[in-house]
Structures are given as structure tokens and as C-alpha cells.
């Protein structure tokens, strides 16, 4: 491996922040909230006591400023595993590569990540407009397999590798969890439980419009698993966070009921519950 970093592996943009993030590293705080839709920022950032910082590149739109004296930043991921590798490796650049020489800096920094997002449940009885908070995950988006050296193992992931019944899709699946340090500040939470991050919303997540999906079974299956509900993004922030040593935690407002067929009739004002709920205890 060279020395430095080649302009093509670390790239930047021509004021030397990184490529689409567009961020510098002054421009952002240790403890970040991720959140999928850019219009959720904005959402977020209102309840900050100031902004100084707004910045957006495609779907990554970031605002940073402080809540009650401490430095937060709120970011949109857009939708997608792909998206995170982006995120997670350019936040990671942002704070332990050294951009201007691009090598490697001796001290790591660790961040702290909270997602809040959207989800469904594949748990007939999770009332939607509630909050879930993710203590496991699997990725069946294949993301990790990517990576070298990335292995994890607990009881979910044994007992959900040795009952998991499709067999296509099981050389894809990767498994994290939550960081306990920052899952303590989410105790409170309504519903805790093992979440499933899908490469698609469709087929992936069981729907069916004009395209069958694997199985018309699919959601009971991964609930007898003991999957409770899933989402698009957890499995590669659990998974990278744990690979380069950042910190992650997912609240997700559950919107959909999958197997009562229940889709929310008051998301604005859930979202605006969770925003608020998560800043106060993210930030005493
Ligand atoms: C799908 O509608 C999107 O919503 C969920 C999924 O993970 C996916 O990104 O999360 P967000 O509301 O945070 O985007
Ligand atoms: N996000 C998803 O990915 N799926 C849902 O059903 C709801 C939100």
C-alpha cells in the first residue's frame, strides 16, 4: 500500500472536503443524528438553538449547530446501504484521516451516530406511530461481504442463520448490533427489537404490486426468526460503525404494519414526537 493515499481512493472536492458529503472535518460534531429524507434535517435542526453550519451535496444535506451548549449535527443518508458505505466511510475520513497529507492519523476519534428514521413491522402486534429501537440487526443487502475482517456472532444471528429457510439469499446475510453505551439512553423506548435491512422496498420488504415476491410467506417467516421489523439503512451503520469504531444506535418510528396491512395516519406528528424525544436524550 503507498504511503499516502492516491487522489483516486480518497477523493476531494477542490475546497478539500470530502467528495459527497462536501463537508469539511470542522463541520461536523461527534454526536451526529443520520436520517434517510433530506427534508427531515431541516425537521430536526429547528429545535437546534443555533445553525451554523449548511451544507448539501445530492441527497446529503447536513446542518450543524448546538442544543443546550453542545455541538450536534443532523445529516440526511437518502435511502440505501449504498448510501451509508458512502457516509459512514467519508465521516470516518472527516475525522481520523489527516485530508490535507491523506494518511492514516495515529489517535482515532470515535463518533457517536444516531439514526432516525422510518420502518415497518413484520410484529402483528407493534402499534404504529410508536418508536422501535434496534438491539440487533441483520443485513440481507450484502453490503459487508465487501469488507475484509468483518465477522460478528451472537444467539439472533446463530439462530437466525440456522432457520433461515432461503437459501439464495443466505450467502448475503451479515449481522451487528446496537453500542449498549448509547442503547441506555434509549431504554424508555416503547418497543425494543431485531431489525431486518432490506436492499429495496418492494419484493425485498414482501410487496407485491404487479411483481411476485419470493415468498407469500416471507414477513412470517423473518418474524418467526425473530425479526420485529425492517428499514433500509441499520444493518451497514451497525456493521461499519463496528468495523471502524464508531458508535451507532437506531430509533426508527414504526409508520407501517405489515401483517395488519396498517399504514399511519398521523406520521408529521409521530416524526415530530421522535425528533424531540431522541434530542432530549441525546442532549441533557
Ligand atoms: C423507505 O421509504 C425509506 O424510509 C426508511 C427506509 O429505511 C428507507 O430509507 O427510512 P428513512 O425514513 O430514514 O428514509
Ligand atoms: N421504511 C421501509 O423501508 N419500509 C416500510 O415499510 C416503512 C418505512
Not at 428499514?231 to 460503525?241: F, P, Q
Amino acid at each position: 500500500m503507498l504511503d499516502k493515499l492516491a487522489a483516486s481512493e480518497l477523493v476531494l472536492n477542490d475546497d478539500g472536503s470530502v467528495y459527497h458529503l462536501n463537508l469539511l472535518p470542522e463541520d461536523i460534531a461527534e454526536k451526529i443524528i443520520l436520517v434517510g429524507d433530506p427534508d427531515r434535517v431541516a425537521k430536526v435542526s429547528k429545535y437546534f438553538d443555533t445553525v451554523e453550519i449548511k451544507k448539501n451535496k445530492r441527497e446529503f444535506y447536513t446542518h450543524t449547530g448546538t442544543l443546550r451548549g453542545e455541538r450536534i449535527t443532523v445529516m440526511s443518508t437518502g435511502i440505501g446501504t449504498e448510501n451509508i458505505d458512502i457516509v459512514m466511510n467519508e465521516l470516518d475520513a472527516l475525522v481520523n484521516i489527516d485530508l490535507k497529507n491523506k494518511e492514516f492519523k495515529t489517535d482515532h476519534s470515535a463518533l457517536q451516530l444516531f439514526r432516525m428514521g422510518t420502518c415497518g413491522s413484520v410484529n402483528p402486534d407493534v402499534q404504529v406511530d410508536n418508536m422501535l429501537v434496534t438491539q440487533n440487526v441483520v443485513g440481507l443487502d450484502g453490503l459487508m461481504h465487501f469488507y475484509q475482517d468483518y465477522e460478528f456472532e451472537n444467539e439472533f444471528s446463530k439462530n437466525f442463520l440456522e432457520k433461515f429457510p432461503y437459501q439464495k439469499i443466505k450467502p448475503m446475510l451479515y449481522f451487528a448490533d446496537w453500542s449498549e453505551e448509547l442503547g441506555a439512553l434509549y431504554k424508555d423506548a416503547k418497543y425494543h427489537g431485531n431489525t431486518a435491512t432490506f436492499p429495496g422496498f418492494y419484493a425485498p420488504q414482501g410487496r407485491q404490486l404487479r411483481l411476485k415476491a419470493l415468498d407469500d410467506k416471507f414477513l412470517e417467516t423473518l418474524n418467526d426468526l425473530g425479526v420485529t421489523n425492517f428499514e433500509m439503512e441499520t444493518s451497514a451503520i451497525y456493521a461499519l460503525s463496528k468495523l471502524l469504531g464508531h458508535k451507532a444506535i437506531t430509533v426508527n418510528n414504526v409508520i407501517a404494519n405489515r401483517r395488519r396491512g396498517e399504514f399511519s395516519s398521523d406520521h408529521n406528528n409521530s416524526e415530530k414526537n421522535l425528533i424531540t424525544w431522541v434530542l432530549d436524550r441525546i442532549i441533557k
